[in-house]
């Protein structure tokens, strides 16, 4: 089962995926954002660790939807107002795929696990959809909130 | 010397400048919406005679500098360099040895290198090196010197209007640096060559020609006033007196002017105006100082002097004896750090003295000013105020040190001091992120505009990081802060991270739990929101 070889090779994956997370920062930051020790001097590293972990356990045992988007929101809310394209601050759930292949890699050439690999490709794909989602919420909210201060401080001219 | 030993140049090459992956001595920046603020518009750069008064923009390719630019910054930082002692020390002193690094609020939720203070403070220092040292003659770039260039003015338009000038890197600084003078000084500069941001522009003018920061006139600032007085009278039964510019009163207000414009400063101003009733307070409002922040202090020491001497004109006009301040941010700054020699000392008023309790303020001998926390807590420890903490009961209250009273002031316990006195429920948050270590509302020293908002929630994230933090563990509803800027824009930097946490100031929370003489039976905070049961 596939299951049990990501829940075996888990540290490996889950270190790698948050290491490529971290990549797509300038290299000087994501240094940085590795020392994840301390969750209030180093917020972004500390949530983006703490959510992925926690998006991958969700993603092989429960692969419960409603939870996976908590999670997910945590991060994108993040990359949504940083420095990134829609594609870099909503994508990044996709290099999960090539780090589980590349982890997997032998099993993946065996093709015994045709299957199932198929599904952890389609589940990917789900999240990334999610992710898309989650990241238009969070620029709406952005909007909406810079609109509500327009608003007000016209108002108080008006008034 | 002997053979073997390295060439200045050898030892200078094997030299590992941090941080080394990227070229940071490039300058090319891309402003993108959301992320930076608006220049100042002609009008009111012209009005304060301010220099090159034009229409542009940071998204201008050309932003219309005048010709002789370079040699109009390079003698303005030379002339500040002889003038500010401080800053040439600034220049030199730093060793870089990255203790600020990830202590700024901007790097921590952008990631962007530069936001590391003791790189943004390079981007001024490769210059300084450049023009004004022997090392860049000597090691050229390896010393980590550049030219000036336009781009240069572009990239310090970029990071130094992203430094709310909060000042929690110097905090961690072994020497000291002021990072906040550094951004000061590079705004200065700046500005006279007509760079500089509406946000900052505007207000002054407007302090200037009303006395307060949105321009309301002396009639609206009355009329907001009497409207507080109204309302008030309708939470408690009880008409209070609020003078406005009484000659001869004992003691002078000075607030930001949020407080009487603003939501949700307006409920502190409540809670100002039912305490200084109860206890029978001598003092008055001004309509001509009715400004506390000086928006002048975030570009220009001058203008910073000038919206200042507002303060003691008008002391001096109105005969008080003292003054009281409100809850504001920088403006203590500016007060405790830059007031008594921008323009004091102010030796035609008295050494504060409580007209209730007898506490004399010998902290503020020089200036005169007392914080209103200050003042409260001593009524509150002389057991002069009657209090009803379960009228806070429906708040789980936490407390943002705001950064400037924490860190400029040294206003740490004072104001908890109070919040324990009116309320059953305070958590504090993590240590590392209150006290010294406050972390910024991030839309500081002009930056909290609406064009500015991507920024501002980065800025802001390590702060409502902590707040959820609370919220998740004790059930927190209310953030209380005593600044202005963190009413306006910690609402919607909550709102963003974290949610169902309402902002308010401690005054605030006092006047929900202040019990006044002949009240009537009260059933709502100052909010109108019920007690609980």
């Known amino acids: 089962m596939i299951k049990e070889l990501l829940i075996k090779n888990k540290s490996k994956i889950v270190d790698k995926w948050i290491q490529s997370i971290y990549n797509s920062y300038p290299p000087e ?8 020790k301390d969750r209030f001097g180093n917020p972004v590293g500390y949530i983006i660790a703490d959510s992925a972990e926690k998006i991958f356990d969700e993603f092989v045992n429960n692969n419960n939807n409603e939870r996976i988007k908590l999670l997910l929101k945590e991060i994108i809310k993040i990359r949504a107002v940083q420095d990134f394209t829609p594609s870099q601050a909503a994508g990044f759930i996709l290099s999960l795929k090539e780090v589980i292949y590349k982890e997997l890699e032998l099993e993946v050439k065996s093709g015994n696990y045709f299957n199932e690999f198929i599904l952890i490709d389609v589940g990917i794909d789900n999240i990334a959809l999610m992710s898309f989602d989650l990241f238009m919420e969070a620029r709406e909210k952005i909007f909406q909130l810079r609109t509500n201060e327009i608003r007000s401080r016209s108002m108080k001219i008006i008034d | 010397m002997s053979e073997s030993k390295l060439k200045p140049e050898e030892l200078a090459g094997n030299i590992k400048y941090e941080p080394k992956e990227k070229d940071w001595l490039d300058p090319s920046v891309e402003f993108k919406h959301g992320v930076f603020n608006y220049s100042g518009i002609p009008k009111n750069v012209e009005y304060l005679q301010q220099p090159n008064p034009r229409k542009w923009q940071p998204t201008d390719k050309d932003w219309q500098l005048p010709e002789n630019w370079k040699q109009i ?13 401080s800053l040439q020390i600034f220049m030199d002193i730093c060793v870089r040895c990255g203790a600020c690094a990830d202590k700024c609020h901007f790097f921590l939720g952008s990631g962007d290198p530069k936001n590391m203070p003791v790189l943004r403070a390079e981007l001024l220092r490769s210059v300084y090196r450049n023009d004004f040292t022997l090392a860049s003659k000597l090691f050229g770039k390896f010393s980590g010197s550049r030219e000036l260039t336009v781009d240069v003015i572009k990239e310090w338009f970029y990071y130094f209007f992203q430094c709310t000038q909060c000042r929690r890197c110097s905090v961690f600084c072994p020497y000291g640096i002021d990072t906040a003078e550094i951004t000061l000084l590079v705004r200065e500069l700046l500005n006279l060559i007509g760079i500089n941001i509406d946000w900052i522009i505007t207000p002054v003018a407007n302090s200037f020609r009303t ?15 009497d409207f507080a007085v109204d309302e008030l009278e309708q939470i408690t039964g009880i008409k209070v007196d609020a003078p406005i510019n009484k000659k001869g009163a004992e003691i002078l207000f000075i607030t930001p002017s949020a407080d009487y414009f603003g939501t949700p400063h307006y409920y502190t101003l409540l809670g100002y105006l039912a305490l200084f009733h109860e206890i029978g307070l001598d003092y008055t409002w001004s309509s001509y100082a009715s400004e506390g922040g000086n928006f002048g ?30 809850e504001c941010g920088h403006m203590w700054r500016v007060i405790h750090q830059y007031m008594d020699t921008l323009n004091g000392p102010a030796d035609f008023l008295e050494v504060p003295v409580s007209p209730v309790t007898g506490t004399r ?9 007392v914080h209103i926390c200050e003042f409260t807590a001593d009524l509150i420890k002389n057991n002069k105020i009657k209090l009803d903490k379960s009228r806070n009961d429906h708040r789980k209250i936490t407390f943002h040190d705001s950064c400037n009273p924490a860190r400029a002031l040294g206003l740490i316990e004072e104001p908890r001091y109070i919040i324990k006195n009116v309320c059953n429920n305070f958590f504090e948050m993590p240590e590392n992120t209150i006290k010294e270590q406050t972390f910024c509302c991030g839309s500081g020293s002009g930056l909290g505009t609406d064009e500015n908002f991507e920024m501002r929630m980065r800025g802001g994230l390590p702060r409502a990081n902590a707040v959820k933090f609370v919220k998740e563990k004790h059930g927190v509803n209310f953030l209380g802060c005593i600044c202005a800027i963190d009413k ?35 059933t709502t905070d100052l909010r109108g929101e019920p007690f609980s049961e």
């Open chain 2, 361 to 369: 303020f010998e902290n503020t001998r020089s200036t005169k000013m």
């Open chain 2, 297 to 326: 202090s975030f570009i220009s020491h001058d203008l910073m002097k000038s919206l200042n001497a507002k303060i003691y004109a008008e002391a001096k006009r109105l005969g008080v004896k003292w003054i009281l301040g409100g």
């Open chain 2, 73 to 85: 910054i390079l003698e303005g930082l030379r002339d500040r360099l002889h003038r500010f002692r």
């Open chain 1, 29 to 36: 930051a994501s240094k940085f954002l590795g020392n994840r």
């Open chain 2, 211 to 225: 006395g307060n920061h949105l321009g309301i006139q002396p009639h609206g600032f009355k009329d907001s006033i």
């Open chain 2, 488 to 522: 306006a824009t910690l609402p919607p930097l909550i709102d963003y991270w974290v949610g169902g946490v309402d902002v308010g100031g401690v005054h605030e929370l006092v006047g929900n739990a202040l019990i006044m003489n002949g009240e009537k039976e009260r």
